[in-house]
């Protein structure tokens, strides 16, 4: 769970497609609607399906790796990979930041990967991937309440649908409350979610990078760097024997550095410039139809009653703020 929403989006790896004013722009569609070309579909696929992946991934590293010493190592080296490829394609300059941008891109990443993803990497020890990523569905609603708080009038969809996703995650919650799951994954989840909406909220009223790519750099870095910290201290590092982790907490954070933290954003950010944001921002609730499916199917995790019935109302929830809420930024997406 690293890119603002409503940043624009430099062209890097993807080859352009129709101007954004062909598809409506990245706002409400205005003016005739045009076919979204191929590439957009492909871009859109890859965030469907890379970071819905995202949560199995998770779930196979914390199997045989500690959680903020994996999900430390992860960021770093995302981080590292992301600042070479844009020092490579836009030279040393583009990495340059001022003090004041710096802080800020640090303290973004602070609540957002360290606060946000490590508290989801440490609940999904205890809880499975798939309630993780439902939970997780409800960052939306807290945007909407957010921006209610700064003074911005929520529309009445964006409001109901911030009254469904609070309901979905009161069903949610009763594997926890039951004894089925351990209520204190759930916690620390929903944790999670508040610091990546605060985060997702913060970066678009702070002096960030200009450069998007750049800021998330400096965000990864920042928040790889205290998640190593926050395992040391924890201890993390005692007994743990390198040679004892499978082949596939290796291959599965692996995957987690190259294909979340790297394609699939490059993805989502090119796509914030190339088609409508409301198309952008259903992978919100496309997401954790695909984590559930995939945990399902690959750790045989199960579907009980208030999973099914809760992600529905959450899912439909945040469909439903999406579709009505399109003046302000979407959702911040994940690395």
Known sequence: MTSSA???????????????????????????????????????????????????????????????????????????????????????????????????????????????????????????????????????????????????????????????????????????LSGDVKAGGVVLVVAATLCWSVGSFSSSRLPMPSNPFTASAYEMLAGGIAGLGVGLVRGEQHGLDLSAVSGRSWAALAYLVVFGSLLAFTAYAWLLQAAPLSLVATYAYVNPVVAVALGALVLNEALTWPIVLGGAIVVGGVCLIVSTERRGSAPRGRT
């Not at 569905?137 to 700064?150: E, G, R």
């Open 6 to 176: 409503a940043d624009p989006a430099p062209q890097l790896h993807l080859p352009p497609a129709d101007k954004p004013g062909g598809l409506g722009g990245p706002g409400d569609p205005v003016g005739p609607v045009r076919r979204i070309p191929a590439a957009v579909w492909a871009a859109l696929g890859i965030v469907y399906v890379v970071w819905g992946s995202t949560y199995l991934g998770i779930r196979i590293v914390v199997e045989t790796l500690p959680p903020f010493l994996s999900a430390g190592t992860r960021f770093v080296a995302a981080a590292l990979i992301l600042a070479g490829i844009i020092a490579w394609r836009q030279g040393p300059a583009a990495l340059k930041v001022t003090p004041r941008q710096l802080a800020s891109a640090v303290g973004v990443g602070l609540l957002l990967i360290l606060g946000g993803n490590g508290l989801v990497v440490l609940a999904e020890t205890s809880i499975p991937s798939g309630l993780t990523a439902l939970l997780i569905a409800v960052v939306p609603a807290w945007v909407v309440i957010l921006k209610a708080l700064s003074g911005a009038r929520p529309t009445a969809g964006g409001l109901a649908g911030v009254l469904l996703g609070l309901v979905g995650l009161g069903v949610l919650t009763l594997p926890g």
